[in-house]
Protein backbone atom coordinates (compact mmCIF):
# COMPACT_ATOMS: atom_id res chain seq x y z
CA UNK A 1 0.00 0.00 0.00
CA UNK A 2 2.77 2.46 0.84
CA UNK A 3 4.46 1.32 -2.33
CA UNK A 4 1.51 2.03 -4.33
CA UNK A 5 1.12 5.52 -2.21
CA UNK A 6 4.83 6.35 -3.26
CA UNK A 7 4.74 5.55 -6.97
CA UNK A 8 1.04 7.63 -7.21
CA UNK A 9 3.03 10.59 -5.53
CA UNK A 10 6.15 9.76 -7.55
CA UNK A 11 4.20 9.63 -10.85
CA UNK A 12 2.82 13.29 -10.01
CA UNK A 13 5.60 15.03 -9.10
CA UNK A 14 7.48 13.53 -12.32
CA UNK A 15 4.70 14.98 -14.72
CA UNK A 16 4.74 18.49 -12.65
CA UNK A 17 8.71 18.50 -13.37
CA UNK A 18 8.66 16.90 -16.92
CA UNK A 19 5.60 19.67 -17.77
CA UNK A 20 8.03 22.50 -15.73
CA UNK A 21 10.92 21.39 -17.57
CA UNK A 22 9.69 20.88 -21.42
CA UNK A 23 7.91 24.33 -21.13
CA UNK A 24 11.46 26.29 -20.00
CA UNK A 25 14.00 24.44 -22.30
CA UNK A 26 12.18 24.51 -25.68
CA UNK A 27 10.54 28.40 -24.29
CA UNK A 28 6.95 27.57 -24.97
CA UNK A 29 5.25 30.44 -24.62
CA UNK A 30 2.71 30.75 -21.45
CA UNK A 31 -0.83 31.54 -23.84
CA UNK A 32 0.17 27.74 -25.60
CA UNK A 33 1.17 26.13 -22.09
CA UNK A 34 2.61 28.04 -19.17
CA UNK A 35 4.62 25.66 -16.80
CA UNK A 36 3.07 24.82 -13.68
CA UNK A 37 5.10 27.89 -11.25
CA UNK A 38 3.74 29.68 -13.42
CA UNK A 39 -0.07 28.95 -12.99
CA UNK A 40 0.45 28.54 -8.95
CA UNK A 41 1.72 32.11 -8.92
CA UNK A 42 -1.02 33.45 -11.21
CA UNK A 43 -3.45 31.93 -8.75
CA UNK A 44 -1.79 32.75 -5.32
CA UNK A 45 -2.33 36.65 -6.89
CA UNK A 46 -5.48 36.46 -7.96
CA UNK A 47 -6.67 34.06 -5.47
CA UNK A 48 -9.19 36.80 -4.17
CA UNK A 49 -11.85 37.01 -7.02
CA UNK A 50 -11.11 33.40 -7.75
CA UNK A 51 -12.27 31.89 -4.41
CA UNK A 52 -14.90 34.36 -4.42
CA UNK A 53 -15.55 32.82 -8.07
CA UNK A 54 -15.27 29.29 -6.42
CA UNK A 55 -17.63 30.28 -3.56
CA UNK A 56 -20.40 30.84 -6.18
CA UNK A 57 -19.36 27.49 -8.30
CA UNK A 58 -19.35 25.66 -5.54
CA UNK A 59 -22.55 26.70 -4.13
CA UNK A 60 -24.49 25.97 -7.16
CA UNK A 61 -22.79 22.62 -7.56
CA UNK A 62 -23.84 21.84 -4.16
CA UNK A 63 -27.36 23.03 -4.28
CA UNK A 64 -28.13 21.63 -7.53
CA UNK A 65 -26.47 18.36 -6.13
CA UNK A 66 -28.54 18.33 -2.97
CA UNK A 67 -31.76 19.07 -4.81
CA UNK A 68 -31.08 16.16 -7.88
CA UNK A 69 -29.86 13.15 -5.17
CA UNK A 70 -32.82 13.60 -3.48
CA UNK A 71 -35.25 13.43 -6.60
CA UNK A 72 -33.69 10.87 -8.37
CA UNK A 73 -33.86 8.99 -5.18
CA UNK A 74 -37.06 9.51 -4.43
CA UNK A 75 -38.78 8.63 -8.20
CA UNK A 76 -36.64 5.47 -8.13
CA UNK A 77 -38.54 3.97 -5.01
CA UNK A 78 -41.60 5.40 -6.53
CA UNK A 79 -40.91 3.37 -9.68
CA UNK A 80 -39.32 0.28 -7.85
CA UNK A 81 -42.70 0.02 -6.09
CA UNK A 82 -44.79 0.80 -9.61
CA UNK A 83 -43.77 -1.80 -12.06
CA UNK A 84 -46.31 -0.90 -14.78
CA UNK A 85 -45.83 2.96 -14.63
CA UNK A 86 -42.29 1.68 -14.56
CA UNK A 87 -41.99 -0.16 -17.51
CA UNK A 88 -43.81 2.39 -19.43
CA UNK A 89 -42.01 5.21 -18.23
CA UNK A 90 -37.93 3.79 -17.90
CA UNK A 91 -37.46 3.69 -22.06
CA UNK A 92 -39.03 7.18 -22.22
CA UNK A 93 -36.38 8.22 -19.71
CA UNK A 94 -33.56 6.58 -21.72
CA UNK A 95 -34.47 8.29 -24.99
CA UNK A 96 -34.21 11.95 -22.99
CA UNK A 97 -30.94 10.95 -21.37
CA UNK A 98 -29.34 9.93 -24.93
CA UNK A 99 -29.00 13.28 -25.60
CA UNK A 100 -26.34 14.79 -23.47
CA UNK A 101 -26.67 16.99 -20.77
CA UNK A 102 -24.40 20.39 -22.19
CA UNK A 103 -27.07 20.24 -24.79
CA UNK A 104 -29.73 21.18 -22.97
CA UNK A 105 -27.87 24.16 -21.22
CA UNK A 106 -28.87 27.05 -24.03
CA UNK A 107 -32.69 26.09 -22.75
CA UNK A 108 -32.30 26.27 -19.05
CA UNK A 109 -30.22 29.65 -19.65
CA UNK A 110 -33.46 31.18 -21.80
CA UNK A 111 -36.34 29.59 -19.10
CA UNK A 112 -34.45 30.33 -15.63
CA UNK A 113 -31.87 33.26 -16.87
CA UNK A 114 -28.21 33.94 -16.17
CA UNK A 115 -28.29 33.86 -12.34
CA UNK A 116 -27.84 31.02 -10.42
CA UNK A 117 -30.88 29.44 -10.81
CA UNK A 118 -30.22 27.50 -14.07
CA UNK A 119 -26.94 26.11 -13.32
CA UNK A 120 -28.74 24.97 -9.96
CA UNK A 121 -31.37 23.46 -12.23
CA UNK A 122 -28.93 21.86 -14.75
CA UNK A 123 -26.54 20.64 -11.63
CA UNK A 124 -30.22 19.04 -10.42
CA UNK A 125 -30.70 17.49 -14.05
CA UNK A 126 -27.71 15.86 -14.44
CA UNK A 127 -27.40 14.62 -11.13
CA UNK A 128 -31.03 13.20 -10.60
CA UNK A 129 -30.26 11.56 -13.59
CA UNK A 130 -27.50 9.77 -12.82
CA UNK A 131 -28.87 8.67 -9.11
CA UNK A 132 -31.75 8.16 -10.17
CA UNK A 133 -30.57 5.37 -12.99
CA UNK A 134 -27.79 3.89 -10.55
CA UNK A 135 -30.80 3.59 -8.08
CA UNK A 136 -32.96 1.99 -9.89
CA UNK A 137 -30.66 -0.53 -11.13
CA UNK A 138 -29.47 -0.98 -7.51
CA UNK A 139 -33.32 -1.35 -6.23
CA UNK A 140 -34.38 -3.77 -8.59
CA UNK A 141 -31.50 -6.58 -8.66
CA UNK A 142 -32.74 -7.99 -5.42
CA UNK A 143 -32.32 -12.00 -4.78
CA UNK A 144 -36.16 -12.92 -5.52
CA UNK A 145 -36.06 -15.44 -2.78
CA UNK A 146 -35.21 -13.16 -0.70
CA UNK A 147 -38.10 -11.08 -1.50
CA UNK A 148 -40.14 -13.47 -1.22
CA UNK A 149 -38.43 -14.98 2.45
CA UNK A 150 -39.47 -10.89 3.48
CA UNK A 151 -43.05 -11.52 1.82
CA UNK A 152 -44.02 -14.78 3.61
CA UNK A 153 -42.63 -12.88 7.05
CA UNK A 154 -45.45 -10.56 6.34
CA UNK A 155 -43.81 -7.62 4.88
CA UNK A 156 -45.68 -5.34 2.37
CA UNK A 157 -43.67 -3.61 -0.25
CA UNK A 158 -42.56 -1.09 1.22
CA UNK A 159 -41.27 -3.21 3.55
CA UNK A 160 -39.58 -4.75 1.16
CA UNK A 161 -38.02 -1.53 -0.30
CA UNK A 162 -37.18 -0.44 3.26
CA UNK A 163 -35.27 -3.48 4.80
CA UNK A 164 -34.14 -5.25 1.52
CA UNK A 165 -34.29 -3.17 -1.75
CA UNK A 166 -33.11 -0.14 -0.24
CA UNK A 167 -29.99 -1.54 1.81
CA UNK A 168 -28.80 -3.73 -0.91
CA UNK A 169 -28.77 -0.70 -3.52
CA UNK A 170 -26.85 1.64 -1.46
CA UNK A 171 -23.72 0.71 -3.26
CA UNK A 172 -25.50 0.98 -6.63
CA UNK A 173 -26.38 4.43 -4.81
CA UNK A 174 -23.71 5.37 -3.82
CA UNK A 175 -21.31 4.50 -6.96
CA UNK A 176 -24.49 7.06 -8.48
CA UNK A 177 -23.54 10.02 -6.13
CA UNK A 178 -19.41 9.78 -6.53
CA UNK A 179 -19.73 9.76 -10.28
CA UNK A 180 -22.36 12.79 -10.11
CA UNK A 181 -19.86 14.68 -8.00
CA UNK A 182 -17.66 15.27 -10.86
CA UNK A 183 -20.31 15.85 -13.13
CA UNK A 184 -22.17 18.81 -11.02
CA UNK A 185 -18.76 20.79 -11.04
CA UNK A 186 -18.34 20.31 -14.78
CA UNK A 187 -22.02 21.30 -15.82
CA UNK A 188 -22.09 24.10 -13.45
CA UNK A 189 -18.97 25.70 -15.49
CA UNK A 190 -20.45 24.93 -18.76
CA UNK A 191 -23.64 26.78 -17.96
CA UNK A 192 -22.01 29.47 -16.14
CA UNK A 193 -19.83 29.62 -19.74
CA UNK A 194 -22.47 30.47 -21.46
CA UNK A 195 -24.32 33.28 -19.37
CA UNK A 196 -24.03 34.40 -15.93
CA UNK A 197 -22.17 37.27 -14.10
CA UNK A 198 -20.27 35.54 -11.37
CA UNK A 199 -18.42 31.96 -11.19
CA UNK A 200 -15.45 29.73 -12.46
CA UNK A 201 -17.14 29.45 -15.75
CA UNK A 202 -17.38 32.77 -16.10
CA UNK A 203 -14.25 33.79 -14.77
CA UNK A 204 -12.74 31.06 -18.12
CA UNK A 205 -15.16 33.05 -20.57
CA UNK A 206 -13.84 36.82 -19.73
CA UNK A 207 -9.90 35.46 -19.30
CA UNK A 208 -10.63 34.14 -22.69
CA UNK A 209 -12.02 37.21 -24.23
CA UNK A 210 -9.20 39.06 -22.53
CA UNK A 211 -6.63 36.56 -24.17
CA UNK A 212 -5.39 36.03 -20.23
CA UNK A 213 -4.35 32.65 -20.84
CA UNK A 214 -3.32 32.39 -17.32
CA UNK A 215 -6.07 33.30 -15.41
CA UNK A 216 -7.98 30.75 -17.51
CA UNK A 217 -5.14 27.87 -15.85
CA UNK A 218 -6.05 29.05 -12.69
CA UNK A 219 -9.35 29.12 -12.54
CA UNK A 220 -8.83 24.96 -13.67
CA UNK A 221 -6.56 24.53 -11.15
CA UNK A 222 -9.06 26.03 -8.48
CA UNK A 223 -12.30 24.02 -10.17
CA UNK A 224 -9.93 21.03 -9.87
CA UNK A 225 -8.84 21.46 -6.58
CA UNK A 226 -12.70 22.04 -5.89
CA UNK A 227 -14.03 19.01 -7.57
CA UNK A 228 -11.25 16.91 -6.11
CA UNK A 229 -12.51 18.31 -2.34
CA UNK A 230 -15.54 17.26 -2.98
CA UNK A 231 -14.94 13.71 -4.63
CA UNK A 232 -13.07 13.22 -1.54
CA UNK A 233 -15.62 13.84 0.43
CA UNK A 234 -18.38 11.73 -1.45
CA UNK A 235 -15.96 9.24 -1.30
CA UNK A 236 -15.46 8.80 2.33
CA UNK A 237 -18.91 8.97 2.65
CA UNK A 238 -19.66 6.43 0.63
CA UNK A 239 -16.88 4.16 2.41
CA UNK A 240 -18.76 4.96 5.63
CA UNK A 241 -22.32 4.16 4.36
CA UNK A 242 -21.85 1.01 2.95
CA UNK A 243 -19.04 -0.02 5.30
CA UNK A 244 -19.13 -3.88 4.57
CA UNK A 245 -17.49 -3.43 1.08
CA UNK B 1 -39.93 -6.90 -32.04
CA UNK B 2 -36.53 -5.21 -31.02
CA UNK B 3 -37.53 -2.51 -33.59
CA UNK B 4 -40.78 -2.18 -32.30
CA UNK B 5 -39.09 -1.49 -28.14
CA UNK B 6 -36.71 1.06 -29.62
CA UNK B 7 -39.63 2.78 -32.24
CA UNK B 8 -42.65 2.83 -29.10
CA UNK B 9 -40.78 5.00 -26.24
CA UNK B 10 -40.09 7.53 -29.43
CA UNK B 11 -43.59 7.53 -30.42
CA UNK B 12 -44.75 7.58 -26.89
CA UNK B 13 -42.49 10.02 -26.23
CA UNK B 14 -43.95 12.39 -29.51
CA UNK B 15 -47.41 11.70 -28.48
CA UNK B 16 -46.88 13.04 -25.10
CA UNK B 17 -45.19 16.00 -26.49
CA UNK B 18 -47.61 16.78 -28.84
CA UNK B 19 -50.61 16.19 -26.07
CA UNK B 20 -49.16 18.18 -23.37
CA UNK B 21 -48.46 21.71 -25.37
CA UNK B 22 -52.19 21.18 -26.76
CA UNK B 23 -54.06 20.18 -23.55
CA UNK B 24 -51.73 22.18 -21.11
CA UNK B 25 -51.12 25.45 -23.45
CA UNK B 26 -47.60 25.47 -23.11
CA UNK B 27 -45.86 28.55 -24.21
CA UNK B 28 -43.86 28.17 -27.00
CA UNK B 29 -41.42 29.62 -25.17
CA UNK B 30 -40.91 26.69 -23.01
CA UNK B 31 -42.03 24.07 -25.38
CA UNK B 32 -42.97 24.39 -28.97
CA UNK B 33 -45.66 22.08 -30.49
CA UNK B 34 -43.12 19.09 -31.98
CA UNK B 35 -44.50 19.19 -35.65
CA UNK B 36 -43.33 22.41 -35.10
CA UNK B 37 -39.74 21.92 -34.56
CA UNK B 38 -39.51 19.05 -37.40
CA UNK B 39 -40.87 21.25 -39.68
CA UNK B 40 -37.89 23.61 -39.01
CA UNK B 41 -35.65 20.56 -39.55
CA UNK B 42 -37.30 20.08 -42.66
CA UNK B 43 -37.04 23.47 -43.88
CA UNK B 44 -33.52 23.17 -43.09
CA UNK B 45 -32.77 19.69 -43.95
CA UNK B 46 -29.43 19.71 -45.78
CA UNK B 47 -27.74 22.26 -42.52
CA UNK B 48 -29.26 20.06 -40.15
CA UNK B 49 -27.65 17.14 -41.84
CA UNK B 50 -24.16 18.81 -42.56
CA UNK B 51 -24.53 19.45 -38.68
CA UNK B 52 -25.41 15.93 -38.28
CA UNK B 53 -22.14 14.80 -39.90
CA UNK B 54 -19.93 17.53 -38.73
CA UNK B 55 -20.50 16.91 -35.00
CA UNK B 56 -21.11 13.11 -35.52
CA UNK B 57 -17.27 13.04 -36.87
CA UNK B 58 -15.75 14.61 -34.27
CA UNK B 59 -17.22 12.49 -31.50
CA UNK B 60 -16.58 9.67 -33.41
CA UNK B 61 -12.97 10.34 -33.87
CA UNK B 62 -12.52 11.22 -30.43
CA UNK B 63 -14.48 7.84 -28.97
CA UNK B 64 -12.58 5.50 -31.61
CA UNK B 65 -9.15 6.73 -30.16
CA UNK B 66 -10.43 7.28 -26.69
CA UNK B 67 -11.86 3.31 -26.18
CA UNK B 68 -8.24 2.32 -28.07
CA UNK B 69 -6.17 4.20 -25.22
CA UNK B 70 -8.49 2.54 -22.68
CA UNK B 71 -8.20 -0.81 -23.67
CA UNK B 72 -4.27 -0.42 -24.69
CA UNK B 73 -3.34 1.72 -21.05
CA UNK B 74 -5.58 -0.87 -19.30
CA UNK B 75 -3.31 -3.72 -20.71
CA UNK B 76 -0.34 -1.92 -19.63
CA UNK B 77 -1.63 -1.48 -15.89
CA UNK B 78 -2.89 -5.09 -15.91
CA UNK B 79 1.37 -6.41 -16.76
CA UNK B 80 3.20 -3.67 -15.21
CA UNK B 81 1.85 -2.93 -11.02
CA UNK B 82 4.17 -0.06 -11.32
CA UNK B 83 3.03 1.76 -13.85
CA UNK B 84 -0.75 1.46 -12.82
CA UNK B 85 0.45 2.43 -9.18
CA UNK B 86 2.26 5.78 -10.78
CA UNK B 87 -0.26 6.81 -13.45
CA UNK B 88 -3.89 5.43 -12.59
CA UNK B 89 -4.20 8.42 -10.11
CA UNK B 90 -3.04 10.37 -12.50
CA UNK B 91 -6.11 9.31 -14.64
CA UNK B 92 -8.42 9.45 -11.64
CA UNK B 93 -7.31 12.94 -11.41
CA UNK B 94 -7.71 13.81 -14.79
CA UNK B 95 -11.06 13.36 -14.61
CA UNK B 96 -11.57 16.01 -11.55
CA UNK B 97 -10.43 18.83 -14.14
CA UNK B 98 -13.68 20.62 -15.48
CA UNK B 99 -12.36 19.37 -18.82
CA UNK B 100 -14.94 22.05 -20.73
CA UNK B 101 -12.73 24.79 -19.01
CA UNK B 102 -10.08 23.29 -21.52
CA UNK B 103 -11.90 23.93 -24.44
CA UNK B 104 -10.72 27.00 -25.37
CA UNK B 105 -7.00 26.29 -24.82
CA UNK B 106 -7.73 23.16 -26.99
CA UNK B 107 -9.04 25.41 -29.62
CA UNK B 108 -6.21 27.43 -29.02
CA UNK B 109 -3.98 24.37 -29.20
CA UNK B 110 -5.52 22.81 -32.46
CA UNK B 111 -7.32 25.39 -34.20
CA UNK B 112 -10.81 24.88 -35.02
CA UNK B 113 -10.48 21.53 -36.49
CA UNK B 114 -11.65 18.68 -36.28
CA UNK B 115 -9.17 17.87 -33.78
CA UNK B 116 -9.56 20.35 -31.52
CA UNK B 117 -12.98 18.55 -30.83
CA UNK B 118 -12.31 15.02 -30.86
CA UNK B 119 -9.39 15.79 -28.88
CA UNK B 120 -12.25 16.68 -25.90
CA UNK B 121 -14.27 13.92 -27.19
CA UNK B 122 -10.96 11.68 -26.81
CA UNK B 123 -10.30 13.48 -22.67
CA UNK B 124 -13.97 12.31 -21.76
CA UNK B 125 -13.93 8.62 -23.36
CA UNK B 126 -10.43 7.15 -22.59
CA UNK B 127 -11.14 7.07 -18.69
CA UNK B 128 -14.27 4.41 -18.43
CA UNK B 129 -12.42 2.77 -20.79
CA UNK B 130 -9.33 2.12 -19.00
CA UNK B 131 -11.51 1.51 -15.61
CA UNK B 132 -13.05 -1.20 -16.69
CA UNK B 133 -11.26 -2.91 -18.83
CA UNK B 134 -9.16 -2.90 -15.90
CA UNK B 135 -11.66 -4.18 -13.36
CA UNK B 136 -11.97 -7.12 -16.58
CA UNK B 137 -8.95 -8.33 -16.67
CA UNK B 138 -8.24 -8.61 -12.92
CA UNK B 139 -11.53 -10.23 -13.03
CA UNK B 140 -9.71 -13.21 -15.11
CA UNK B 141 -9.21 -16.22 -13.07
CA UNK B 142 -5.59 -16.92 -12.55
CA UNK B 143 -5.85 -20.77 -12.91
CA UNK B 144 -7.59 -19.92 -16.35
CA UNK B 145 -3.83 -18.21 -17.39
CA UNK B 146 -1.92 -20.43 -15.58
CA UNK B 147 -3.93 -23.94 -17.60
CA UNK B 148 -3.48 -21.54 -20.98
CA UNK B 149 0.25 -21.42 -20.64
CA UNK B 150 0.77 -24.83 -19.20
CA UNK B 151 -0.68 -25.31 -23.22
CA UNK B 152 2.38 -23.60 -24.50
CA UNK B 153 0.37 -19.93 -24.69
CA UNK B 154 2.27 -16.72 -25.33
CA UNK B 155 1.47 -13.95 -23.75
CA UNK B 156 -0.29 -12.23 -26.73
CA UNK B 157 -2.44 -15.65 -27.54
CA UNK B 158 -3.54 -15.46 -23.32
CA UNK B 159 -4.29 -11.74 -23.94
CA UNK B 160 -6.42 -12.48 -27.33
CA UNK B 161 -7.88 -15.86 -26.16
CA UNK B 162 -8.71 -14.94 -22.63
CA UNK B 163 -8.05 -12.07 -21.30
CA UNK B 164 -9.90 -9.51 -24.31
CA UNK B 165 -12.94 -11.82 -24.46
CA UNK B 166 -13.41 -11.91 -20.24
CA UNK B 167 -13.15 -8.15 -20.71
CA UNK B 168 -15.15 -7.08 -23.67
CA UNK B 169 -18.83 -7.15 -21.38
CA UNK B 170 -17.44 -4.69 -19.61
CA UNK B 171 -15.80 -3.10 -21.81
CA UNK B 172 -18.74 -2.31 -24.01
CA UNK B 173 -20.43 -0.71 -20.66
CA UNK B 174 -17.91 1.55 -20.63
CA UNK B 175 -18.61 2.17 -24.33
CA UNK B 176 -22.07 2.93 -24.53
CA UNK B 177 -21.28 5.51 -21.69
CA UNK B 178 -18.49 6.97 -23.15
CA UNK B 179 -20.76 7.53 -26.40
CA UNK B 180 -22.86 9.84 -24.51
CA UNK B 181 -19.65 11.74 -23.30
CA UNK B 182 -17.85 12.02 -26.26
CA UNK B 183 -20.83 13.55 -28.00
CA UNK B 184 -20.95 15.85 -25.06
CA UNK B 185 -16.93 16.59 -25.78
CA UNK B 186 -17.92 17.37 -29.37
CA UNK B 187 -20.64 19.75 -28.65
CA UNK B 188 -19.37 21.84 -25.97
CA UNK B 189 -15.89 22.19 -28.42
CA UNK B 190 -17.81 23.25 -30.56
CA UNK B 191 -18.87 26.28 -28.66
CA UNK B 192 -15.68 28.07 -29.48
CA UNK B 193 -15.78 29.56 -32.26
CA UNK B 194 -17.06 26.90 -34.55
CA UNK B 195 -19.39 27.58 -37.31
CA UNK B 196 -20.79 24.39 -38.14
CA UNK B 197 -22.19 21.57 -36.30
CA UNK B 198 -25.10 20.86 -33.58
CA UNK B 199 -23.29 22.68 -30.62
CA UNK B 200 -22.50 25.91 -33.00
CA UNK B 201 -26.62 25.46 -33.59
CA UNK B 202 -27.33 25.47 -29.96
CA UNK B 203 -24.86 28.21 -29.73
CA UNK B 204 -26.93 30.27 -32.02
CA UNK B 205 -30.01 29.64 -31.24
CA UNK B 206 -29.50 30.67 -27.80
CA UNK B 207 -27.83 34.03 -29.15
CA UNK B 208 -31.27 34.87 -31.45
CA UNK B 209 -33.71 33.08 -28.65
CA UNK B 210 -35.07 30.94 -30.94
CA UNK B 211 -36.80 28.02 -28.80
CA UNK B 212 -37.93 26.49 -31.92
CA UNK B 213 -34.43 26.27 -33.57
CA UNK B 214 -33.15 25.19 -30.18
CA UNK B 215 -35.11 22.34 -29.78
CA UNK B 216 -34.32 20.97 -33.16
CA UNK B 217 -30.50 21.30 -32.39
CA UNK B 218 -31.34 19.15 -29.50
CA UNK B 219 -33.56 16.52 -31.42
CA UNK B 220 -29.89 16.40 -33.92
CA UNK B 221 -27.88 15.89 -30.88
CA UNK B 222 -29.99 12.64 -29.94
CA UNK B 223 -30.20 11.35 -33.36
CA UNK B 224 -26.39 11.82 -33.12
CA UNK B 225 -26.37 10.06 -30.04
CA UNK B 226 -28.73 7.62 -31.03
CA UNK B 227 -26.67 6.91 -34.05
CA UNK B 228 -23.46 6.24 -31.87
CA UNK B 229 -25.18 4.62 -29.34
CA UNK B 230 -26.84 2.30 -31.96
CA UNK B 231 -23.73 0.85 -33.82
CA UNK B 232 -21.81 0.29 -30.30
CA UNK B 233 -24.86 -1.59 -28.66
CA UNK B 234 -25.11 -3.26 -32.75
CA UNK B 235 -21.22 -4.44 -32.35
CA UNK B 236 -21.62 -5.53 -28.57
CA UNK B 237 -24.38 -8.04 -29.83
CA UNK B 238 -22.29 -9.27 -32.89
CA UNK B 239 -18.95 -9.54 -30.54
CA UNK B 240 -20.34 -10.39 -27.03
CA UNK B 241 -23.25 -12.91 -28.20
CA UNK B 242 -23.19 -14.62 -25.08
CA UNK B 243 -24.21 -11.50 -23.26
CA UNK B 244 -27.33 -13.04 -22.10
CA UNK B 245 -26.45 -15.61 -20.91
CA UNK B 246 -24.10 -13.75 -17.97
Redesign the interface.
Known amino acids: MN??LA??L???V??LVLWEAVVRLAAIPP??LPPPSGIVATTWSARGPLLDAGAMTLFEAVTGYGIGAVLGLVLAMLLALATPVRK?VL??V??????????????A???FGTGALSKVVMVAFIVGFTVFLNALDGLLRVDPAAVALLRSFGAGPLGVLWRLRLPTALPAIMVGMRVST?RS??VA??TE???SQKG??WT?FEA?LQID?LR??A??LV??LI??GC?AAVSALERRVVFWR | MALLRLVLPLLLLAALWEGAVALLQISPFYLPPLRQVLGAIWALGPAYAQAFMVTLGEAVAGFVVGGLVGVVSATAFHHQRWLRDMLFPLFVASQTVPVIAFGAIVVLWFGNTLLAKAAIAFYLTFFPVTVNALAGFEAVDPRQVALLRSFGASRRDIWWKLLLPSALPRIFTALRLSAGLALAGAIVGEWFGASIGVGAMLLAALFNEQVVAMWAAILTAAAVGGAIFGVVALVEARLVFWRDEL
Open positions: AARGGGGLLWILPMVVVNSVPVAAYAPLLLWVMIIVMLGLGIVFVWAIASSLF
